[in-house]
């Protein structure tokens, strides 16, 4: 879909036809195959985003039913914060164990695949079918079945979290 571009000078933003996007964030959804050797193909939006904000480097970890995908620099910015906590209570230590032992730093192939490794794909379910969500600075990869009985939300649990997630604007 080609657009025009109104106007720029925001890093990462642009304007087209009056409405403002952010241009380097990770969204939407896709779904794809794992080879025989583990590897995914990451989808042409997000390899855009990689190139315009980031590079091809890449760090995957557990994260309960899934697994995350963070550029390095915005990992980076979480293994920073965890740092500056200082003194970590036993449960934290725990779950930084957990998510910074269990990862594993990746880097985008020529064809614009990364390795699922073996390990971290035991820990996320995942088999072979997959669906990619983009969490805007992250993305998760989910095993397609899985995702399926976990991310559906039923209209009163969905009333439920619009509640709570009333102070971030969108409702």
Known sequence: MWCKVVQSGLKGWRVTEGVLEQINSFRGSSEHGLDSKGRLNIPARFKDVLSRKYD????????????????????????????????????????????????????????????????????????????????TTFFEVWDKEIHLAENIIADDEFDDLAGECSDLGFF
Do not use: F
Not at 62 to 89: D, H, T, V
Not at 94 to 100: A, G, I, M, T
């Open 56 to 135: 091809d480097r890449l760090l995957i970890t557990p994260w309960r039913k899934c697994l995350r995908i963070y550029p390095l620099p915005e990992w980076a910015r979480i293994e920073y914060a965890i740092l500056s906590r200082g003194q970590q209570n036993a449960k934290t230590a725990k779950l930084v164990r957990h998510l910074v032992g269990n990862s594993a730093e990746v880097q985008l192939d020529k064809n614009g695949r990364i390795l699922l490794p073996i390990t971290l794909r035991t820990m996320g379910n995942i088999d072979k079918e997959v669906v990619l969500l983009g969490m």
